[in-house]
């Protein structure tokens, strides 16, 4: 909390992270987004909750909430820091293995640069729309996304550059080919939405435990990244299947995975879409 205190007085909004290295879960007048949401949320609403609900959107730069009785319990279980680079006017490239870091150093402007278990952290002056795998072993954190303080790094902080805004808006604008994981099919797999599959359900289900399991050990970066490998490699056991393989259900539980260790679910889907459909949608830019 005393570090979260100096970063909130130098205008950089912060919260605690639990177990896992996610954001603490909602209280009960919040589970569900059944309060509708905070003011800073991608969809409005009115809550003023005073608990650490809502993930990045409960970051705050006011030492009054951070001190407060209702955030007493999550500092004293927390076990990192996070902090919202967006409400910073920053972007994170969270870089999250060594090839990744080559990339950027062959890419991108040079900035200031934070190290982590993995890779790096490069921070720029600027917010923007938050993505992640938009190519391999690379997020962008930014408006509406958390990442974890790991120090203020080396370097002198650069503009943000289009080389990271053009990252995410190729993938954004890049329409998925092949099955599409729907939203009205969020259903776990089992046989009956698997008719036309020729594997055994324990075939299945054991290469779908261990893509799970693979995913939510993400639980520092590149969870997306990581979905979007798994349901890649989910869809490439099931070329020879007559179908249907319920490719769809299988989907939808990588994206819960990847929601869990804090992914956001547009680009969770999104991820597992471009997996699924076999588009490399981590590696549209050069």
Same mark, same amino acid.
């Given at each position: 909390?005393? #570090?979260?205190?100096?970063?909130?007085?130098?205008?950089?909004?912060? =919260?605690?992270?639990?177990?896992?290295?996610?954001?603490?879960?909602?209280?009960?007048?919040?589970?569900?987004?059944?309060?509708?949401?905070?003011?800073?949320?991608?969809?409005?609403?009115?809550?003023?909750?005073?608990?650490?609900?809502?993930?990045?959107?409960?970051?705050?730069?006011?030492?009054?909430?951070?001190?407060?009785?209702?955030?007493?319990?999550?500092?004293?279980? $927390?076990?990192?820091?996070?902090?919202?680079?967006?409400?910073?006017?920053?972007?994170?490239?969270?870089?999250?293995?060594?090839?990744?870091?080559?990339?950027?150093?062959?890419?991108?402007?040079?900035?200031?640069?934070?190290?982590? #278990?993995?890779?790096?952290?490069?921070?720029?002056?600027?917010?923007?729309?938050?993505?992640?795998?938009?190519?391999?072993?690379?997020?962008?954190?930014?408006?509406?996304?958390?990442?974890?303080? =790991?120090?203020?790094?080396?370097?002198?902080?650069?503009?943000?550059?289009?080389?990271?805004?053009?990252? /995410?808006?190729?993938?954004?604008?890049?329409?998925?080919?092949?099955?599409?994981?729907?939203?009205?099919?969020?259903?776990?797999?089992?046989?009956?939405?698997? #008719?036309?599959?020729?594997?055994?359900?324990?075939?299945?289900?054991?290469?779908?435990?261990?893509?799970? $399991?693979?995913?939510?050990?993400?639980?520092?970066?590149?969870?997306?990244?990581?979905?979007?490998?798994? $349901?890649?490699?989910?869809?490439?056991?099931?070329?020879?299947?007559?179908?249907?393989?319920?490719?769809?259900?299988?989907?939808?539980? /990588?994206?819960?995975?990847? /929601?869990?260790?804090?992914?956001?679910?547009?680009?969770?889907?999104?991820?597992?879409?471009?997996?699924?459909?076999? #588009?490399? $949608?981590?590696?549209?830019?050069?």
């Amino acid at each position: 909390m005393r #570090t979260a205190l100096v970063l909130a007085a130098a205008g950089v909004p912060v =919260l605690p992270l639990r177990a896992g290295k996610v954001p603490f879960g909602n209280c009960r007048a919040c589970t569900g987004n059944a309060c509708g949401g905070r003011p800073n949320m991608k969809r409005p609403g009115s809550c003023r909750c005073p608990a650490v609900c809502h993930g990045w959107a409960a970051a705050t730069t006011n030492p009054d909430v951070l001190t407060s009785p209702a955030w007493t319990g999550p500092w004293r279980e $927390a076990q990192a820091l996070a902090y919202h680079p967006g409400g910073a006017g920053l972007t994170v490239v969270d870089l999250d293995h060594a090839d990744a870091v080559a990339w950027a150093r062959a890419t991108l402007p040079t900035t200031r640069t934070v190290a982590t #278990t993995r890779g790096e952290h490069w921070i720029y002056q600027g917010a923007m729309r938050s993505a992640n795998a938009v190519r391999p072993g690379v997020d962008v954190k930014s408006c509406m996304s958390y990442t974890r303080w =790991l120090g203020p790094g080396s370097g002198t902080m650069a503009r943000l550059p289009a080389a990271v805004r053009v990252l /995410v808006e190729r993938e954004e604008t890049t329409p998925a080919r092949g099955e599409v994981v729907s939203s009205s099919g969020r259903t776990e797999w089992d046989r009956s939405v698997a #008719t036309g599959c020729r594997h055994t359900e324990r075939f299945v289900r054991t290469g779908l435990e261990r893509g799970l $399991a693979l995913v939510r050990a993400r639980t520092e970066s590149g969870a997306g990244s990581q979905a979007f490998g798994v $349901a890649q490699f989910l869809a490439a056991q099931h070329t020879t299947c007559s179908g249907p393989c319920g490719l769809e259900a299988l989907g939808w539980q /990588v994206v819960a995975a990847a /929601v869990s260790v804090g992914v956001p679910e547009p680009y969770a889907r999104r991820a597992v879409t471009n997996g699924l459909s076999g #588009t490399p $949608a981590a590696g549209r830019v050069s």
